[in-house]
């Protein structure tokens, strides 16, 4: 019997996850996320002082303090996100924090417009939840200055029998969650979009980020 997945609309997506807005933290030790994957995924951007940054479905703000480190307080960091509740306590970490140069916005990714051309965009735990995630993907290399690099990172199905014995799982959580669709295969929408691709995995392929530039 075949495992079939159905997307999810907007709304239903963003009020499911304001419920959870609480529970990312716990779910991140359910699903064994590596420890330094959020700090990695940044450091593959290659973000200098001064650079200009957007993360797409920042969340909770779990990457803003790595993001912010890399940029200095003389570069700026966009964070998109249509959860409110997510929202709330991204910017909660931003007061905290007292970071005046990250700006958060509520919005549906696919229509968001930064204020100024960026050089790098991040896909934060994000691009398999988006039942329209090509529409956001062009969105982001539009937002991109030429050379600009674009990364996403993100779980994904371990390969072989591993990969096939944990789907059924994945489906269930997943449908309970919203967390993404483990069908998606990000790194295949990526991959013939950009120049200098390539994708590293973690905790025996359970994990990835896939990275490239945007062409001139």
Not at 137 to 148: H, I
Request: with cysteine; hydrophobic share 45%; aromatic share 10%.
């Amino acid at each position: 019997m075949a495992i079939q997945w159905a997307d999810y609309d907007l709304d239903f997506i963003r009020r499911r996850y304001d419920r959870i807005a609480s529970l990312i933290i716990p779910f991140e030790w359910l699903l064994f996320m590596p420890t330094a994957f959020r700090r990695t995924a940044v450091e593959r951007i290659g973000l200098t002082p001064g650079e200009r940054v957007l993360e797409i479905g920042c969340g909770t703000g779990r990457n803003l303090p790595f993001l912010r480190d890399a940029v200095g307080p003389t570069g700026r960091v966009y964070g998109v996100d249509f959860s409110p509740g997510m929202l709330t306590r991204a910017r909660g970490v931003v007061a905290r924090n007292g970071w005046t140069n990250i700006q958060l916005t509520e919005s549906d990714a696919a229509d968001y417009r930064a204020p100024e051309p960026l050089d790098a965009v991040m896909f934060g735990l994000s691009y398999n939840t988006m039942p329209h995630h090509r529409a956001v993907l062009a969105r982001a290399l539009d937002l991109l200055r030429p050379g600009g690099r674009i990364v996403i990172m993100d779980a994904k199905l371990p390969p072989g029998i591993g990969g096939r014995l944990v789907l059924p799982f994945s489906i269930w959580l997943m449908k309970h969650t919203v967390l993404g669709n483990p069908h998606i295969r990000p790194w295949e929408h990526l991959a013939p979009l950009v120049d200098d691709f390539a994708m590293e995995e973690f905790l025996f392929g359970s994990y990835y980020v896939c990275r490239g530039v945007k062409r001139g």
